[in-house]
């Protein structure tokens, strides 16, 4: 299995630009989600999905948009690029939706928005 | 809402010494407290994971103790390895609550010196 798969690994922009990140996983789990994490403040949650068409909001979610049409894909779209977005992005999924779950992470994506 | 601060952010020991990371939470009611360990160009990954109903829990060099009153979990990590040194995240949530719940620590960055 190739667990959680993130694309591209490092990406370029300049303010403005619009992208897409991509996120899959052969799991099966029904929880996704997306962090991003900046030096000095950890993990922080930008949407999460707790299965296919459904999606919602976590603790930073402006200026990113998500949609959920599989079980196995959750993109993650910058509408227009600011340099307050570089950052490393990370993708998880989980088996539980609601109560303990283990998160698995892919190994992210480096942006940097000029 | 639940809020864990985590120190110290970067800690250097000697191989063969043994480190300690220390995280507070805020919100009395969370009861389950994972540990996350990212190595270098890596996702984070889930080492070791307490809830509240212990008070303690050891995976070989690793354990984590847990202060209920105090509102405060620490990793302990004994006969340190040069493959412990990574980035360690604790995190804090309540176990009946999804994955989207849990908060995360700034991180704390481990140096293993040969």
């Known amino acids: 299995n190739a667990g959680v798969t993130q694309t591209p690994k490092f990406q370029v922009l300049k303010t403005g630009q619009s992208m897409t990140l991509q996120c899959a996983q052969d799991m099966n789990h029904e929880y996704m989600s997306w962090y991003r994490q900046d030096p000095g403040m950890g993990l922080r949650l930008i949407h999460y999905?707790?299965?296919?068409?459904?999606?919602d909001q976590g603790e930073v979610p402006n200026g990113y948009n998500v949609s959920r049409s599989t079980t196995e894909d959750f993109p993650l779209r910058l509408l227009s690029a600011a340099p307050s977005q570089t950052s490393v992005y990370f993708c998880?999924?989980?088996?539980?939706?609601?109560?303990?779950?283990?998160?698995?992470f892919g190994e992210g994506s480096r942006l940097t928005v000029l | 809402g639940e809020n864990v601060e985590q120190h110290p952010s970067t800690l250097s020991v000697q191989e063969g010494d043994s480190a300690v990371i220390k995280c507070t939470y805020s919100d009395s009611a969370s009861n389950y407290f994972p540990w996350y360990k990212q190595e270098l160009g890596k996702g984070p990954q889930l080492i070791i994971d307490?809830?509240?109903?212990?008070g303690e829990k050891k995976d070989q060099r690793i354990a984590v103790t847990l202060n209920k009153t105090a509102k405060h979990f620490s990793l302990h990590i004994t006969e340190t390895q040069p493959e412990d040194s990574a980035v360690y995240f604790c995190?804090?949530?309540?176990?009946?609550?999804?994955?989207?719940?849990?908060?995360f620590g700034q991180g704390t960055r481990l140096t293993i010196n040969p």
């Open positions: 307490i809830r509240s109903n212990v």
């Open positions: 995190a804090a949530s309540k176990a009946s609550q999804g994955a989207q719940k849990l908060v």
């Open positions: 998880a999924s989980s088996p539980r939706v609601g109560g303990l779950g283990e998160l698995f």
């Open positions: 999905s707790v299965g296919a068409g459904i999606t």
